[in-house]
Structures are given as structure tokens and as C-alpha cells.
T-cell receptor, first 111, second 115 residues
Framework: GQQLNQSPQSMFIQEGEDVSMNCTSSSIFNTWLWYKQDPGEGPVLLIALYKAGELTSNGRLTAQFGITRKDSFLNISASIPSDVGIYFCAGLASTASKLTFGTGTRLQVTL | ETGVTQSPTHLIKTRGQQVTLRCSSQSGHNTVSWYQQALGQGPQFIFQYYREEENGRGNFPPRFSGLQFPNYSSELNVNALELDDSALYLC??????????????FGPGTRLTVT
């Protein structure tokens, strides 16, 4: 099945650094969602974006809905050890319940 | 803690067998969606149920079927298991007809291994 392209595939950063990751699609979406998944758990919603060009923050996290509606970006500022996990983008077309996930970005943080 | 539970946690089946996975949503959650997550990949949408009716389906064959019950529980049934069906199966629930506007809450998943 289709999966959105996320990059980077994995990141190894130091505590306190800022992190950027992005997600691209060949299809247009009307909703972009960003999730975090920890081992042994299901994904947890971090940020939801509903409008092209929208920039939304949730604490240290900031996400943007790309103007072309085919991409989205997530930034994490001042990373801390609990940011470790896998981050997934997901897109939703206008009338469908079918949520399409990205391939994931694995984040590892060192002290 | 999302209030969504899944059972069993793990199970092992043989190719060709049938399996039933269960999900229990929060009371009042009328939408349940099921996803398949292969190792190292993102979840893939299987189907969604709203008030006991199928309301959307991904690119999965008919041997994947589901049921949703009035008590906010649901099942995913897979017939004629194949090796590629080995994956983590996630259910997610939300209070309304989920189309992205409110949050859907994921369970911890059932890890299925087909040998």
C-alpha cells in the first residue's frame, strides 16, 4: 500500500539540539497529522493541521502544512531524552476515512 | 492511557489458519479503525466501522473482515493467513464519525506472527 516518504529515516542527536523532519506525498491531502509511537504502544497524536500554509505549535513541537498540500514538516526544539521514539506523519484526503501514514523517522537522543 | 485495549497481546498462527483479534474502545466511541503495521513501517489502514457499519476500506483483500458491536467492542478477522500477514495490528477509536477533525485513540496493538 501507499506510504508517504519521510526523511530522515533516523536521527541521532544530542540533548538540547533542535530537530527537523519532513514528509512528502505524491497526492494532495486536506489534513496532516503527526504522531509519536513508543515501543509496545500505539501512535499518539502530537499535532493536527487542517489548512495549507498553517503553522501550529504544541509546546516544543511546531508543524507546518505545506502550501502545495503535498508535504508537511515537524520541528522539535531543545530535544530531551523522552523525545526518543518513532515519529510518523499521516495524511487524510477530503472525503475519505483512509489515513495514509509515512514511513517514520526514528529519533534517538543522547545526553 | 488511551482507554483502548486489545487482545491478545501476542499470538502465533500457522499459514492457512484463521485469526480473530479484539479491540475494546471507550464507552461512547462510535468509530473504530483497524491498521496493519509491518515491522519497520508505518501503519496501513485496513478499514473503519461507524455504528456497526463499514465506512471505508483500504487496499486489503476480502479475507480481512471486521465487526463492530453495540458495546463498543470490535473484531478483526483474517482468513487463510499468509506469512505476509505477520504484523502489529492496531485499532483506534473516536467518539464521532472520524474524518480527521477529532482525535482517534490507538490501542497498544496485537502482534501476530504467521509461521
Amino acid at each position: 500500500g501507499q506510504q508517504l516518504n519521510q526523511s530522515p529515516q533516523s536521527m541521532f542527536i544530542q540533548e538540547g539540539e533542535d530537530v527537523s523532519m519532513n514528509c512528502t506525498s505524491s497526492s494532495i491531502f486536506n489534513t496532516w497529522l503527526w504522531y509519536k509511537q513508543d515501543p509496545g504502544e500505539g501512535p499518539v497524536l502530537l499535532i493536527a493541521l487542517y489548512k495549507a500554509g498553517e503553522l501550529t505549535s504544541n509546546g516544543r513541537l511546531t508543524a507546518q502544512f505545506g502550501i502545495t498540500r503535498k508535504d508537511s514538516f515537524l520541528n522539535i526544539s531543545a530535544s530531551i531524552p523522552s523525545d526518543v521514539g518513532i515519529y510518523f506523519c499521516a495524511g487524510l484526503a477530503s472525503t475519505a476515512s483512509k489515513l495514509t501514514f509515512g514511513t517514520g523517522t526514528r529519533l534517538q537522543v543522547t545526553l | 492511557e488511551t482507554g483502548v485495549t486489545q487482545s491478545p497481546t501476542h499470538l502465533i498462527k500457522t499459514r492457512g489458519q484463521q485469526v480473530t483479534l479484539r479491540c475494546s474502545s471507550q464507552s461512547g466511541h462510535n468509530t473504530v479503525s483497524w491498521y496493519q503495521q509491518a515491522l519497520g513501517q508505518g501503519p496501513q489502514f485496513i478499514f473503519q466501522y461507524y455504528r456497526e457499519e463499514e465506512n471505508g476500506r483500504g487496499n486489503f483483500p476480502p479475507r480481512f473482515s471486521g465487526l463492530q458491536f453495540p458495546n463498543y467492542s470490535s473484531e478483526l478477522n483474517v482468513n487463510a493467513l499468509e506469512l505476509d500477514d505477520s504484523a502489529l495490528y492496531l485499532c483506534a477509536s473516536s467518539p464521532t464519525l472520524w474524518q480527521g477533525r477529532d482525535e482517534q485513540y490507538f490501542g497498544p496493538g496485537t502482534r501476530l506472527t504467521v509461521t
